[in-house]
């Protein structure tokens, strides 16, 4: 998902890409369910908590409201395994979803019904099962989503800030939940302390317990409405983006699973901050619209859409993922390409747009198969058909920038002048968005409670792309470029400026809900970016891409935690030192870095004054007939160099040059230039506070710079790592990037006028 702070390329962007599987799908346990048209009937009322069977109450606990960054690493075994690609599919399917869906388009509501088949993966019997409503968020202001918008947003920026008026919330019914022949009761609980009015998680009571190693079959008749979009769902006009829809199981995981030491569900509320978490399996999808809707959607289309009575029903059948979205929309138009790779299907790439963002389209397709190819070489070969990339309509632009398995939402763009910002940014976004269907759709992590697994490493791996094109933030308007104002920025430093390094409020590995504010969440996004530059730079770039790789060969299909990614990192490495430290202080700690040039003292190293003795004898020194010496030898050195640098001489120089550690220690480079134009470097690589380095040298210092190569980002003020003798701008190799900022961030307000 692709976070926005009001001013045009500012970073903090995630979000994801869907995808289709190409083994065959596996044969789900209960055949689907018969189309039927909607009932037209009231929602049952859930059942109080306290008609649940006490026995069933708790049986398996849930996971902690507070669970955030793990620090164990998961078992070998853990999530069935690595998976090696020989097996029947590519990833052990926990659960199939069969749904039938009808969009009413006038009121923006789907109705649905829906066969679920889930694996009991423990070793005991379970008795109660949770389902995600996610839509509830939006269906009033006593949710858990809306409660911590009205905190997190007094203290800091955040899309998702819309407000919906009368006839634009959203929400799930549950019209009926049937096991067999036996119709269940159900409960609204809130597992992480929310609000009693919160009614995302909802725990179902079972008929009969589904035994260890067997299979749960629930059917569900449900209703749901869609809000006007807010964040990551919704309508505008004739346009439904129709995501977080159906009823959807929690996630039971095993121990030696993501931390876990005994069998627990991981069922967390919906929070303003997080995304989601879900076990991997397949999805058997019928959707019926009005026959004039363009319609895409996670997966691949099954044979051509029947049409009748002014409706059409698509099939789409995708295996290997954990979710399923899709969009229906009025006067939509469409773009179509493909991608061909080592290892991969071929890709057919769509791209779904409005006519006003028609010059959209090209980009996003052409960022969209860029993309497949980059993330394929560097981290693994995509191994779905399908990616549907869906630009929104004009006034719905909080449906863009959101990710789902083999689909995603993009930006779009009326105009795009490929001398501005315009380009850099509608490439990143997709990118981007595009990015997530690995860290988010692969690697399934935990956004619940470890949301820098996605939001962040997608961000480094996307910036390490655009580097690799060397595509810079270009940052003026289109009337800046005309009379030639074209100043750039390298996506690693424009990333470490929205990092909030000096004061961060919460560690990295903190979960999505428990953050100061949602700029301090937004961090999670630059600030892991910038520490694994800097660890890169730490450990060497193709060690860092071997390491990556190895990463995603582990863990896709899987559920990796920060622990693994730390194990992975230090294994191929075999630098637990520089990686350990990286996950200490910034990962699971609030630490920075702030070093910084405090002095250069330069002194001529002169004949002195005094008395001495040698050879024994006692001579004097006289400082009046010292002085006429100096000056002798000074005129003489000057007609015999009369095209010395200033800070040359007859006599040597002693220079001491003074730093000082204001954070976590890094191993820093110091540079000193001499006025005779040589330099020399030292490394301070220690524990201490500060250092002070002496040189003793025919010239004097003319400046001092610590880390010249500008490799640690990670550093919360940069104007600060240098330092000149005198007030000569030119002769000190300032950090330009934080003023380049401001005019980034003057050049977005003006565009804003």
């Not at 290892?343 to 790439?349: E, I, L, R, W």
């Not at 690697?443 to 580097?467: H, I, Q």
């Amino acid at each position: 998902m692709r976070k926005r702070w009001g001013l045009a390329g500012s970073l903090g962007v995630a979000m994801a890409l869907v995808a289709v599987s190409w083994h065959g799908m596996a044969q789900d346990a209960a055949a689907p369910p018969a189309a039927t048209k909607a009932a037209d009937t009231k929602p049952a009322v859930a059942a109080p908590a306290s008609e649940a069977p006490a026995a069933d109450i708790a049986e398996i606990p849930l996971v902690h409201g507070n669970a955030a960054g793990v620090r164990t690493p998961s078992a070998p075994n853990a999530w069935g395994g690595e998976r090696t690609g020989s097996e029947s599919t590519l990833s052990d399917r926990v659960v199939s979803y069969r749904i039938d869906a009808e969009l009413d388009a006038a009121k923006h509501a789907v109705t649905g019904k829906q066969q679920m088949t889930w694996r009991n993966r423990s070793d005991r019997a379970v008795r109660s099962v949770y389902l995600h409503l996610y839509l509830n968020a939006f269906k009033n202001e006593g949710s858990t989503f809306f409660g911590e918008r009205r905190v997190l947003t007094a203290h800091g920026r955040s899309r998702g800030a819309a407000v919906l008026k009368k006839g634009q919330w959203g929400w799930i019914d549950l019209q009926r939940v049937q096991q067999g022949n036996a119709s269940l009761k159900w409960s609204f609980v809130q597992p992480d302390g929310g609000p009693k009015t919160d009614e995302t998680v909802v725990r179902v009571d079972l008929a009969q317990p589904v035994p260890a190693g067997e299979t749960l079959t629930l059917d569900i008749d449900f209703l749901s409405q869609l809000p006007r979009v807010v964040e990551r769902t919704g309508w505008w006009g004739d346009f439904n983006l129709v995501a977080q829809w159906f009823p959807k199981i929690a996630v039971l995981e095993l121990p030696g699973e993501r931390g876990a030491t005994e069998v627990q569900w991981n069922a967390h509320e919906f929070h303003f901050n997080s995304e989601f978490y879900a076990d991997f399996g397949s999805y058997d999808v019928r959707l019926t619209v009005p026959s004039d809707y363009t319609v895409g959607a996670v997966g691949e289309q099954q044979g051509d859409p029947v049409q009748g009575n002014g409706k059409t029903t698509y099939h789409f059948v995708q295996g290997d993922v954990h979710d399923f979205a899709w969009v229906a929309g009025k006067g939509f138009k469409t773009l179509d390409g493909s991608y061909t790779g080592p290892g991969s299907p071929k890709v057919a790439v769509r791209v779904i747009y409005p006519t006003e963002y028609t010059a959209s389209a090209q980009p996003v397709l052409k960022a969209t198969i860029d993309s497949l190819g980059y993330f394929s070489n560097t981290l693994g070969a995509y191994p779905y058909r399908t990616v549907t990339a869906v630009v929104p309509p004009y006034n719905a632009a909080e449906a863009g920038g959101m990710e789902y398995p083999t689909f995603f939402t993009a930006e779009g763009y009326a105009e795009i002048d490929a001398r501005t910002s315009d380009q850099w940014e509608i490439d990143f976004v997709t990118i981007h968005e595009f990015g997530h269907g690995y860290f988010y759709g692969l690697l399934a992590s935990n956004e619940f409670e470890e949301p820098m697994l996605d939001e962040g490493l997608n961000e480094y791996w996307d910036e390490r792309m655009l580097r690799e094109r060397n595509q810079r933030i270009l940052v003026p308007s289109s009337w800046a470029a005309r009379i030639g104002v074209r100043p750039s920025m390298d996506v690693f430093v424009q990333e470490r400026m929205g990092a909030g390094l000096k004061s961060p409020y919460d560690p990295l590995s903190e979960n999505a809900w428990n953050r100061f504010s949602s700029s301090s969440y937004g961090t999670v996004y630059s600030r892991t970016a910038t520490a694994m530059h800097d660890l890169e730079e730490r450990l060497g770039k193709p060690v860092m891409e071997r390491a990556f790789r190895e990463y995603y060969k582990r863990w896709h299909f899987r559920h990796p935690s920060v622990a693994d990614l730390r194990a992975t990192l230090i294994d191929v490495s075999g630098d637990a030192k520089n990686v350990n430290e990286i996950f200490d202080q910034y990962v699971y700690g609030t630490a920075f870095v702030d070093d910084r040039v405090a002095s250069i003292d330069n002194e001529e190293v002169l004949p002195l004054s005094g008395v001495t003795d040698k050879g024994g004898k006692r001579n004097e020194v006289v400082a009046v007939e010292l002085e006429k010496q100096i000056d002798k030898q000074r005129d003489a050195w000057d007609k015999a160099h009369p095209n010395a640098k200033p800070g040359e001489g007859p006599f040597p120089w002693r220079v001491t040059v003074t730093v000082v550690r204001q954070g976590a220690p890094v191993a820093q480079l110091l540079r000193v230039k001499f006025a005779d134009g040589s330099s020399e470097d030292v490394h301070w690589n220690d524990q201490r506070r500060w250092a002070r380095f002496v040189f003793d040298k025919p010239s004097k210092v003319v400046s001092a710079e610590l880390d010249p190569e500008q490799k640690i980002l990670l550093d919360a003020n940069k104007l600060n790592d240098s330092r000149t003798a005198k007030g000569n701008t030119a002769a000190s190799r300032r950090w330009t990037a934080d003023v380049t900022a401001l005019l980034q961030a003057f050049y977005s307000f003006l565009v804003t006028l």
